[in-house]
C-alpha cells in the first residue's frame, strides 16, 4: 500500500523508531515528505509526555524545558542538530558551492556550528520553560505544535521545483518529489490542528499557535531560499537546520501566550 510504505519512509528516516524502510523510490519518498507531519507529532508527544512527567514528580518549569528540548534530538539521533550546525559552518564559510559543501560533510564541527547550535538550544530551552511556567498544558501543546511545524517545513522544502544540491544523499532522494498542492495541503491541515489545538488554552492561544506554524514555515521557507542561492540546492544538512529553526521559531511564539 503507498500510504504505508510513506508511513515507513517518514518515520524510518525521521525517527530512530524501529521501523523499517521497505522501498527506497520516488514514490515512498513522496509519500513519506506527505507524513512528515505525522512523525513530527509523535516526537512532539513524546517530548511533552517526558515534560509532564517530570512536573509530575515535582521538577520545576526549567528542567522540564531541558527534558522536553532533548527528546526531538535524542528520538532523531541528533541528526537535525548536526544538520543546522554543518549548514551554519557552510553559510559561514563565505566560500564557493562546491567548498561550502565540502565543509558542510567535514566530521567536525566549526565555530559557525557551535556558535548555532548553542543559540538555538538556549531559545527552545528558554521557551519551553516559560510556556511550563505559564501552565503544564501550555508547554505540551509548545513541545507538540514546534515538533510537527518542524518536519512540516520539511514538506514544503521537499516540494517540486526545489533542486538538490548533491547527486546523492538524502536531500537528493527527496528533493522535488512533493507536489505543490499537496505541500500547500499539509500546511492548511498542521497549521488548523494547531489552531485547534490550542483552542482549549482560550482563543488568544489558538491564534498564536496557528501563526506560530504560518511563521515557523516562513523562516525556514527564508532559510531554504538562501541555502539554494548559495549551495545549488538542498542537502540533507540542510533540511535538518530547516526543521530546527522552524521548531526555535514556533515555540518561541507559542511561549508568548
Given amino acids: 500500500m503507498p500510504a504505508l510504505h510513506g508511513l515507513r519512509f517518514a518515520f ?13 523510490d520516488r514514490a515512498a519518498a513522496r509519500g513519506g515528505m506527505l507524513c512528515a ?24 518549569p526549567l528542567l522540564a524545558a531541558v527534558a522536553t528540548a532533548a527528546v526531538p534530538a535524542a528520538l532523531t539521533r541528533g541528526l537535525h542538530l548536526d544538520g543546522l550546525a554543518d549548514t551554519a559552518d557552510g553559510l559561514g564559510s563565505g566560500k564557493p558551492a562546491e567548498d561550502a559543501l565540502r565543509i558542510m560533510k567535514q566530521s567536525d ?29 501550555h508547554g505540551a501543546l509548545a513541545a507538540v505544535v514546534a515538533a510537527s511545524a518542524a518536519r512540516l517545513a520539511l514538506t514544503l522544502a521537499a516540494r517540486r521545483g526545489v533542486p538538490a544540491a548533491r547527486p546523492e544523499g538524502l536531500g537528493a532522494a527527496v528533493a522535488g518529489v512533493v507536489p505543490v498542492p499537496g505541500a500547500l495541503g499539509a500546511a492548511l491541515v498542521v497549521t488548523g490542528a494547531a489552531g485547534a489545538a490550542g483552542a482549549g488554552l482560550g482563543p488568544h492561544v489558538a ?7 504560518v511563521a515557523a514555515l516562513v523562516v525556514a521557507e527564508l532559510l531554504l531560499r ?19 529553526a522552524a521548531a526555535t521559531t514556533a515555540l518561541v511564539l507559542v511561549s508568548l501566550g
Fill in 226 to 244: 538562501h541555502c539554494t542561492r548559495r549551495f545549488g540546492g538542498v542537502t540533507g544538512d540542510v533540511f535538518g537546520g530547516l526543521a530546527e
Fill in 109 to 137: 564541527i566549526g565555530p559557525f556550528g557551535v556558535i548555532t547550535l548553542v543559540l538555538v538550544l538556549l531559545a527552545q530551552v528558554a521557551a519551553l520553560a516559560q510556556a511550563y511556567g505559564d501552565s503544564w498544558a
Fill in 12 to 24: 524510518g528516516t525521521l525517527t530512530v523508531l524501529p521501523v523499517r524502510v521497505t522501498r527506497w
Fill in 207 to 213: 491564534l498564536l499557535a496557528a501563526g506560530a506554524v
Fill in 37 to 60: 507531519p505525522l512523525a513530527g507529532l509523535v516526537v512532539g508527544v513524546g517530548a511533552a509526555a517526558v515534560g509532564l512527567l517530570l512536573l509530575f514528580l515535582g521538577a520545576g
